[in-house]
């Protein structure tokens, strides 16, 4: 099992950013796929899901600024930011398991995660 996250960067607040996390080794349109993050010194903490069936769920702190979605053709995870602040700055990994923990950081499969800066 293989996930990839790619996307990351600096931006300035207000801006936007689309992760993607291509996935292999496993069939992707049956698992249930989520993006986490994590700054230094907290916990991991969930962000948004998404089911094998598209059913979604975010954090409270993303909802209305985040989008999640999944091309089970491109075996790939994306997560579209927009409007963020710098209280968004963290780690972003995206997560895989056949049983769906949505926000719970209890996925089988991690990637190894890409930096997210919002700073001016």
């Known amino acids: 099992v293989q996930l990839v996250e790619s996307g990351g960067g600096l931006v300035q607040p207000g801006g936007s950013l689309r992760l993607s996390c291509a996935a292999s080794g496993f069939t992707y349109s049956r698992y249930c796929m989520g993006w986490f993050r994590q700054a230094p010194g907290k916990e991991r903490e969930g962000v948004a899901a998404i089911g094998s069936g598209g059913s979604t769920r975010y954090a409270d702190s993303v909802k209305g600024r985040f989008t999640i979605s999944r091309d089970n053709a491109k075996n790939t995870l994306y997560l579209q930011m927009n409007s963020l602040k710098p209280e968004d700055t963290a780690m972003y990994y995206c997560?895989?398991?056949?049983?769906?923990?949505?926000?719970?950081?209890?996925?089988?499969?991690w990637g190894q995660g890409t930096q997210v800066t919002v700073s001016s």
């Open positions: 997560a895989a398991d056949a049983m769906c923990w949505w926000l719970l950081p209890k996925y089988k499969y």
